[in-house]
């Protein structure tokens, strides 16, 4: 069983950044596969980015060149830095932990790009 706890979210204007934190606890952190998702209301979730346990990323293309996902295994957290966030960016950002079958999510934590 893995509890994951997000954190970071809230109101930026266009252009600015935020960082969200996922952190885990609960099992071996460093050999899940972590991700974030978004989901706006109405609309299936999407994946943002992955990070294996062995470090490899994966990000959407909607998201390449603006944010990044990383991993300290020795805080048992996942992060993911927004930068140029657009206003499509607004969604409720979701933590995931996946190994083999067992996939586990975070509560989420809204993020709003407005002026």
């Known amino acids: 069983q893995v509890q994951l706890v997000e954190s970071g979210g809230g109101l930026v204007q266009p252009g600015g950044s935020l960082r969200l934190s996922c952190a885990a606890s609960?099992?071996?952190?460093?050999?899940?596969?972590m991700g974030w998702y978004r989901q706006a209301p109405g609309k299936q979730r999407e994946l943002v980015a992955i990070?294996?346990?062995?470090?490899?990323?994966n990000h959407a293309d909607s998201v390449k060149g603006r944010f990044t996902i990383s991993r300290d295994n020795a805080k048992n957290t996942v992060y993911l830095q927004m930068n140029s966030l657009k206003p499509e960016d607004k969604d409720v950002y979701y933590c995931?932990?996946?190994?083999?079958?067992?996939?586990?999510w975070g509560q989420g934590t809204q993020v709003t790009v407005s002026s």
């Open positions: 995931s932990a996946v190994l083999g079958r067992l996939n586990y």
């Open positions: 609960g099992s071996i952190f460093s050999i899940y596969t």
């Open positions: 990070i294996t346990s062995g470090g490899s990323t």
